[in-house]
């Protein structure tokens, strides 16, 4: 069984505006302000997801930030070393980024990846989009096709 998409509907609609308002030029904040003018209702199980996930980023960035209003100075405190800090662990042929605490970690679990077995697929090596679409600009760019976009280089390698 695979994992359930979270907040399925709201990415949909966030990829349509997205996609709508990317050929200006856009950021975040105004496809934010765009979805909330357009979907003031969001679905029960969206609304537990999107808390989800804006949690999580807020964890993620807790990771990098001091402690408010931290009245506890210890020598570790002080030191100005991280409080939490990221060590990868392989799950299969997956690298897995677990969250320890700076103060307790050992130098073995610091420089010694931990691996465990995973399931095997038979998928071929395939190139991520964001590889794939440098390769692209990377020979428009040797072709001097500087002014040319993406969707017209293709349409003319079509041809």
Same mark, same amino acid.
């Given at each position: ?17 997205? &996609?709508?308002?990317?050929? !200006? ?12 003018? &357009? ?7 969206? /609304? ?9 980023? !807020? ?11 931290? @009245? @506890? /100075?210890? !020598?570790? @405190? ?65 072709? /001097? ?10 349409? &003319?390698?079509?041809?």
């Amino acid at each position: 069984m695979g994992r359930r998409l979270r907040a399925a509907q709201t990415k949909m609609r966030l990829w349509d505006i997205m &996609r709508e308002r990317a050929k !200006l030029g856009t950021d975040s904040l105004d496809v934010v302000q765009i979805f909330r003018t &357009r979907f003031p209702e969001i679905g029960k199980q969206d /609304q537990e997801d999107l808390i989800d996930i804006g949690l999580m980023v !807020l964890a993620g960035r807790v990771i990098v930030s001091n402690r408010p209003n931290d @009245s @506890s /100075q210890d !020598l570790f @405190s002080n030191s100005g070393y991280p409080e939490f800090v990221p060590v990868k662990v392989m799950v299969g042929n997956r690298a897995k980024t677990m969250i320890k605490q700076g103060r307790q970690l050992t130098p073995r679990e610091y420089f010694v990846t931990a691996s465990v077995a995973g399931e095997k697929t038979n998928r071929p090596e395939t190139v991520s989009k964001r590889e794939a679409y440098r390769k692209c600009m990377e020979e428009m760019r040797d072709k /001097q096709l500087l002014d040319m976009t993406v969707e017209e280089y293709l349409e &003319r390698q079509k041809n």
